[in-house]
């Protein structure tokens, strides 16, 4: 009995370190903004496109870093890179309105 608790807990502990919080409020939040660019029509389907590629791109890195259990302090710090990244690319695509002709 205290054999099956013991791997209960481990197998609990286990989880609890692959998770990855910060990471996926970080990705509902960019998700929304881009989804609120396009609905402002900030963004154009052809970036919304891009900028939908490039959050793919993190959450395929995210599984990956995963698949061993845990994920290091150095995958840690490339995902928050990638979305640094991620949130510069949205915020350029919502500013850059400016420089497209108005349509009369």
Known sequence: MTIASCLVLCIAISAQAQRTPNVNRHQAHQKARINQGIVAGEITHHEAQKLRFEQRNIR???????????????????????????????????HDSQQRPKAY
């Open 60 to 94: 395929r890195f995210e599984h990956c870093a995963k698949t061993d259990g845990r994920v290091t302090p150095k995958e840690r710090a490339r995902l928050n890179r990638m979305q640094y990244h991620a949130s510069k690319d949205i915020r350029r695509q919502k």
